[in-house]
């Protein structure tokens, strides 16, 4: 059975290969889905990531905390290509309101650029995040592979299941075939159990009154990535590692540098580049 649906900024597709109770798991995916955006967009602004973004400190939940203590783990792991503090380069850039919002035609002043890196003190036995004055958060990618993997929790524990979060898509239980976009046409996955996210800056994208933007910043410059790669799908074992891994090859710069860092430390990638090329990198046949 299949059940679509729009949540967190993209279309949301459910897939169960179980006819019993069927109806219930996917409503109770669906549901998972609403209840974390309701908690971790930081454009509602009842949600626990806006408050605490409003507050700079605040007693989280267990959700909020997970997803903060995973992206400061991640920011260390990627030595700070991914950086939950760019929330505010985002709004510099443009992007201060749900995508869909974001005027596409210019009228979006000059972009000067943000800080990041800021600081985040997490103390997880008394479930507070504190933030550095000024530092705000965005969770915007890790929050959706958060909530792809825990709505395939739900799924697959009655049978085959797959869930596609604007192509952050995670599967298990059987064989399932997942298309990757390439400058060539689709490139076909075989996945059982694991994940594959996508960044590129061909998705999110508006102008400004100095030229085109894209929602992948840059943390070592406050801005939108620069270089010369258009889009990264990377394959791990769950959709939120799959957000890390893809979003942070991305911002290896080019073509050749992240290939050779997907190789060295076997990450299965496909990276186009925006002149055209397609490359297959860390073990990805």
């Not at 102008?207 to 939108?224: F, M, N, V, W």
């Amino acid at each position: 059975m299949r059940h679509a649906f729009r949540a967190m900024g993209t279309e949301i597709q459910l897939h169960l290969r179980s006819k019993p109770a069927a109806g219930k798991l996917l409503a109770a995916a669906a549901n998972e889905f609403h209840r974390l955006e309701a908690l971790l967009s930081r454009f509602l602004p009842s949600s626990e990531l806006a408050r605490l973004n409003r507050d700079g400190e605040l007693v989280a939940g267990p959700d909020l905390l997970a997803v903060v203590d995973a992206a400061l783990a991640a920011r260390e792991l990627t030595a700070g290509r991914f950086d939950p503090t760019v929330h505010d380069a985002l709004v510099a850039a443009g992007y201060d309101r749900s995508f869909e919002l974001v005027p596409a035609g210019g009228g979006v002043p000059v972009l000067v650029g943000s800080a990041c890196g800021g600081g985040v003190e997490l103390d997880r036995a008394a479930a507070r995040i504190r933030l550095d004055p000024g530092v705000r958060l965005d969770l915007g990618g890790i929050a959706k592979g958060y909530a792809v993997d825990r709505a395939l929790g739900i799924l697959g524990s009655a049978g085959p299941a797959l869930v596609d979060a604007g192509g952050d898509i995670a599967v298990t239980g059987m064989p399932w075939h997942v298309g990757v976009d390439t400058s060539d046409g689709t490139f076909t996955l075989e996945l059982s159990d694991g994940a594959v996210a996508t960044s590129g800056r061909d998705r999110r994208r508006w102008a400004g009154d100095d030229g085109e933007r894209h929602h992948l910043i840059d943390p070592s410059t406050g801005r939108p990535a620069e270089g010369e790669l258009l889009r990264v799908t990377a394959v791990a074992a769950t959709a939120l590692d799959a957000e890390v891994l893809a979003k942070a090859l991305f911002l290896a710069g080019d073509l050749e540098a992240a290939a050779a860092e997907a190789d060295a430390l076997g990450i299965p990638v496909v990276l186009v580049s925006l002149d055209g090329r397609t490359v297959l990198a860390g073990g990805m046949s």
